[in-house]
């Protein structure tokens, strides 16, 4: 049991955004980025998972489609706001999941993701953006789903999709040597 904890507190450990990063490295590597994005090792890990695709309870899901021409208009505030308000959406439906008794594999990786969700809100709530300051607001009404594949799918879509969009834009910014 002890065991356990320790090699569960030295995975978390492990997964911990360096505190020394500055969000405009984030913005301005897409290395980084790429190496942020852990969802395909989760996947690969959830199929040691004996099987478990279920959550005992749903999880709200954020919006990941992404209209072009709409995001385009977007000021960047508003586009943190929406990408900021999708991933507090899914953080809390993690933690709320985590809070109920799962198997260890299935709560280890719901630890993984959560941990992931938060490095990945702190850069983005770290960024400095000009322009005044706007709620962070998701752009649909969210779904619900019991499926931890899905819920692994809408994380990496929201990742690829509408946070890297959001990154690329800001990458006009960087000053590159």
Sequence with gaps: MALSRLLLLCMVASEVWDAETKPIDFVCNRATRRAMN???????????????MTLSTPVQ??????????WKNKSNQEK???????????IEGV??????????????LLQKLENNINNYLLILTHLQLSGPVVSPSLSCVPRSSQSLSTLLLRYKQLISGK?????????DSCTYQ
């Excluded at 852990?38 to 478990?52: H, P, T």
């Excluded at 709320?96 to 709560?107: D, E, I, K, T």
């Design 95 to 108: 933690k709320a999941v985590r809070a109920l008794s799962h198997p260890g594999c299935v709560a280890s």
């Design 38 to 52: 852990i969802v395909a090792e989760m996947e690969s890990a959830l199929s040691d998972c004996n099987g478990v």
């Design 80 to 90: 943190r706001g929406d990408i900021a308000a999708s991933f507090r959406l899914l």
């Design 61 to 70: 899901l954020p919006c990941t489609e992404l209209h072009v021409a709409s």
């Design 163 to 171: 946070l890297e969009q959001f990154m690329i834009n800001l990458e």
